[in-house]
């Protein structure tokens, strides 16, 4: 895999992020029902985690030499009550733990095959990835506490 080939990856993960913000920012509007005034402020707290994590992936396709996406083309619909949006961001979080999981994999695979410079960026990318990583856990561990709420 060549650096093209990284960035275009962690451009896709961009993208996903994206999706991301859509869906928080989208959900903290449209939420009903009796926990619409608790979990309104949360989805939209969300979704400001979800920007910074836009601005981050952003920085590091740029780092990489790349130009990152500035939005998200992929289909997303967002439901209305607190229980399938409450749902829906466990599997989108869940999603994130699988892939940038295999995508630490698959970074640490090409650490041989770089010079000291290029593989100090992938190393880079490696802990930007386990940080990546651990929000998602965090963020799973609260929806799911959530979830048996209801």
Same mark, same amino acid.
């Given at each position: 895999?060549?650096?093209?080939?990284?960035?275009?990856?962690?451009?896709?993960?961009?993208?996903?992020?994206?999706?991301?913000?859509?869906?928080?920012?989208?959900?903290?509007?449209?939420?009903?029902?009796?926990?619409?005034?608790?979990?309104?402020?949360?989805?939209?707290?969300?979704?400001?985690?979800?920007?910074?994590?836009?601005?981050?992936?952003?920085?590091?396709?740029?780092?990489?030499?790349?130009?990152?996406?500035?939005?998200?083309?992929?289909?997303?619909? /967002?439901?209305?009550?607190?229980?399938?949006?409450?749902?829906?961001? /466990?599997?989108?979080?869940?999603?994130?733990?699988?892939?940038?999981?295999?995508?630490?994999?698959?970074?640490?695979?090409?650490?041989?095959?770089?010079?000291?410079?290029?593989?100090?960026?992938?190393?880079?990318? /490696?802990?930007?990835?386990?940080?990546? /990583?651990?929000?998602?856990?965090?963020?799973?561990?609260?929806?799911?506490?959530?979830?048996?709420?209801?």
């Amino acid at each position: 895999m060549n650096f093209v080939e990284i960035v275009e990856l962690v451009n896709s993960d961009l993208e996903n992020e994206w999706k991301h913000l859509t869906f928080y920012l989208k959900s903290s509007a449209v939420i009903r029902g009796v926990h619409r005034n608790h979990l309104s402020p949360f989805l939209f707290q969300q979704a400001q985690s979800e920007l910074e994590h836009v601005l981050a992936f952003s920085k590091q396709v740029v780092a990489l030499g790349g130009s990152p996406v500035t939005a998200s083309t992929r289909e997303l619909l /967002i439901p209305f009550y607190a229980e399938e949006i409450i749902d829906n961001a /466990i599997v989108l979080e869940q999603e994130v733990v699988i892939t940038y999981t295999k995508r630490k994999r698959d970074l640490e695979a090409l650490l041989d095959n770089y010079d000291s410079k290029e593989s100090a960026k992938i190393q880079n990318l /490696i802990l930007f990835y386990e940080e990546q /990583i651990e929000d998602s856990h965090t963020d799973l561990n609260e929806l799911r506490e959530m979830a048996r709420g209801y």
